[in-house]
């Protein structure tokens, strides 16, 4: 799966509005930093514990803040989930890979759900743009519409996830606003906004057949904009354990289902592709 054209750079900024179940950035749902605890690296586990007899192991996820941050390790088993920066030094910091993008290239921001920060975003966006650098939003869209239009008119191109279009359905299983959603696409789309619908495949959720339907009967009215259509995974069970947090369940997708997605999509005037992860 890409990131947008070219060589780029993703930035994550933390903080989500969704709590899907099959979240593949769980260290950004969260707005704040996260301390981490990698259970694999640590030396406890590796027959060197003398070097870290005042180290609380996996405990260190139950202490508050305050009191975590006495604690250090010098094997990276601890450690912090996200970073603060001023709209100067992150610019700065992302431009010194401009040699690596060349005119192909650019720049990608992601979650969580960076509309959360647009205000912020927007402060860093306009000063890239003084570069030329290419945007790529990566987003749920669900977020209310002033937030979209902060952001949108100094980006170049949006991935946008297509997952629960059921209104009921949507605010259980994710905590989102299918309507909201909706709205925001429209928006996009008044604006003629360049736009790449994602869609990540279960069985259980996306490819339930009411889903399915919703899906089909939504692209429809948007044939201009690509589909890519890809299964879950379980690549983020590592960072789930990190944070003390259960990995979720095993998401069963039916690939044959994928393909007949695609398929409906292409024949009836979308253009679709299924996509690996």
Request: hydrophobic share 35%; proline share 4%; with cysteine.
């Amino acid at each position: 799966m890409q990131d947008g054209p070219g060589i780029r750079t993703t930035v994550f900024l933390k903080g989500c509005t969704l709590h899907c179940p099959w979240c593949a950035n769980p260290e950004n749902i969260r707005c704040g930093r996260q301390y981490y605890f990698k259970e694999d690296i640590c030396s406890a586990n590796r027959g060197k514990s003398v070097f870290c007899a005042a180290c609380p192991g996996e405990t260190i996820l139950k202490y508050s803040y305050a009191d975590k941050t006495k604690f250090s390790c010098p094997f990276g088993a601890i450690g912090v989930y996200g970073k603060s920066y001023k709209t100067q030094e992150l610019v700065n910091l992302l431009l010194r890979d401009k040699a690596y993008w060349k005119e192909t290239g650019g720049i990608t921001f992601s979650g969580g759900e960076p509309l959360l920060q647009a205000q912020e975003l927007k402060r860093v966006l306009m000063l890239l743009k003084e570069s030329n650098i290419h945007i790529v939003l990566e987003t749920a869209l669900h977020v209310p519409i002033d937030a979209v239009k902060t952001v949108s008119e100094y980006v170049d191109l949006l991935f946008v996830d297509l997952k629960i279009l059921d209104e009921q359905e949507c605010k259980k299983i994710l905590g989102g606003q299918a309507d909201l959603f909706k709205n925001n696409v429209r928006h996009l789309a008044a604006t003629e906004k360049k736009v790449i619908f994602r869609i990540p495949c279960s069985n259980e959720f996306t490819l339930k057949d009411s889903n399915s339907k919703l899906l089909k009967e939504f692209i429809h009215q948007y044939n201009c904009y690509p589909v890519e259509i890809f299964s879950l995974h379980n690549f983020a069970n590592s960072k789930y354990r990190t944070l003390g947090l259960y990995p979720p369940s095993e998401f069963p997708v039916d690939l044959c289902k994928m393909e007949r997605l695609a398929t409906w999509i292409n024949e009836t005037g979308g253009k679709a592709s299924v996509i690996s992860i």
